[in-house]
């Protein structure tokens, strides 16, 4: 990046000063770019490319961390400021710290060609490999190897997003590809409840409503039943025993369709 001396610029375009770096950075290295368009009119800023994630996570807090430089231009590389007139216009508000993130939260990350590509390589092998965690052929009732469900995702064109959540893109796909046919299903979880009796009937209709098979019911000492329900369900099934006991209830995991699913993988 560099900025431009030139006097050619007409006076409503200011030119900001050079970037400022934080102690052990190194001049002008790891500059990211996040741009955000309104309208005709683009803003950009100038961060590092890691701290930009970190932030979009929630692990970053302080944006001086994430910011090259606390100015907002309309080119970073040719070091054209934006005009505060054409901020409030777009923004709404003068304050530049809120809009700085605002662009970090909506703007787009610029990234080169093989970084985009190789991003979508990893992005696409890790939705292959979430689909693969959480599904069985349903004939066979085992899982599917990465390569099937990754040759299958290419044969349906499917377009993954790489600002978009892995596990929601997984989701998508899985509807995709059961809508084309192929014999998959969501894996199974096995639970069995145990209930206080009194609570049997109450309960009953609650638990109906979350499972997708009841294999055994027991009313003994305790309400007691065998279940099948997807992965989803887990969290509510949960919930619904701890609540509905007052902490009285068990869920218990007995089997699990495909193996090495642990909580908190299920969506």
């Keep these: 990046f560099f900025f431009n001396t030139s006097s050619q610029h007409t006076s409503s375009l200011k030119m900001a000063a050079p970037i400022k770096q934080p102690q052990g950075q190194k001049p002008l290295t790891n500059v990211a770019v996040v741009r955000y368009k309104h309208k005709n009119k683009r803003f950009e800023i100038a961060c590092y490319k890691n701290k930009v994630l970190s932030w979009r996570k929630g692990t970053e807090k302080d944006i001086s961390e994430v910011l090259q430089t606390d100015t907002i231009f309309t080119n970073v ?29 909506k703007g787009q990350l610029q990234v080169s060609k093989k970084e985009r590509k ?19 052929n349903k004939e066979t009732k085992k899982p599917f190897p990465v390569s099937v469900i990754e040759s299958a995702m290419k044969e349906l064109h499917c377009n993954i997003n790489l600002n978009k959540a892995s ?6 796909i899985i509807t995709q590809l059961q809508a084309n046919n192929m014999p998959i299903e969501r894996a199974q979880m096995k639970l069995r409840l145990d209930i206080p009796k009194n609570i049997g009937k109450k309960i009953k209709p609650d638990i109906q409503g979350l499972v997708v098979d009841i294999e055994r019911e027991v009313f003994a000492a305790k309400y007691q039943l ?32 495909v193996q090495n699913i642990g909580d908190e993988h299920l969506l």
């Design 77 to 105: 590389q040719r070091g054209i400021e934006a005009s505060s007139k054409d901020l409030e216009q777009a923004f709404k508000t003068s304050d530049e710290t809120e809009i700085v993130k605002l662009i970090l939260e």
């Design 118 to 136: 190789d991003g979508l390589e990893a992005k696409y092998k890790e939705v292959a490999t979430i689909i693969c965690d959480k599904c069985v």
């Design 167 to 172: 596990k929601v893109q997984a989701v998508e």
């Design 226 to 257: 065998t279940v099948y329900i997807d992965p989803g369900q887990y969290r509510a099934i949960c919930d619904l025993v701890s609540k509905t006991t007052k902490g009285q209830g068990l869920v218990q995991v007995l089997d699990m369709a």
